[in-house]
């Protein structure tokens, strides 16, 4: 069987267009804005509420002292007075492992390899990109409009998510240990960049 595929990616390193693509290819469930979705139905939140809130990690120092007791789907009394970040963390985790649970999938982002850290059948993958390369995408997909305030662009996007990856974790997002796989997506094309994840894939489905 193919394994779960979480997929971390740099801002502008084509990591949410690899990873729909490899699941369109594998033939297997993408989840990425999906998990929003299912977070918002959930709970009973908008969203847009949620959206607002995603990949992004309290300022909460109280919260930050004693989040490892909250964390990775544990319910508890207390979790309507969570910051609204820590709840749509705890959430979409629970989802990430009921997927998980389901069969193969496409996860994108949102601490997936920490959340998935005790299921045998998965493949960690980071993509990251040369800045230069990053900068000229997010411009060629009009992610911003001044190519003057790009690059500052990339890297405030680069440290919103490390601090969210870190802060849920405990680890660092940029550690390679943390990963089975890393590809700098500005050495190959997109193609080859998703077919190299697709054959890593492979090699675990025996």
Known sequence: MLPIITIARQFGSGGHEAGERLAEKLDIPFYDKALIAMAAKE???SE?????????????LLY???????AFGSRFTGLNEMPLNDRLFIIQ????????????????????????????????????????????RI???????????????????????????????????????????????????MEKTIELIADAARQLDR
């Open 43 to 45: 709970s009973g939140f």
């Open 93 to 136: 985790a629970d989802i990430i492992k009921k997927a998980a649970a389901e069969g193969p999938c496409v996860i994108i982002g949102r601490c997936a390899d920490y959340i998935l850290r005790e299921t045998d059948n998965c493949l960690n993958v980071f993509i990251h990109a040369d800045k230069a390369a990053r900068v000229q």
């Open 64 to 70: 930050s002292m004693v989040m490892g007791n909250y």
């Open 48 to 60: 847009e509420v949620f959206a607002a809130a995603d990949e992004k990690a309290t300022s909460s």
């Open 139 to 189: 411009l060629d997909r009009k992610l911003c409009d001044d190519p003057k305030k790009a690059p500052d662009f990339v890297t405030k996007k680069d440290k919103q998510r490390a601090n969210y990856y870190n802060f849920y974790t405990n680890n660092r997002w940029d550690d390679l240990l943390n990963y089975d796989l890393t590809i700098d997506s500005s050495k190959f094309t």
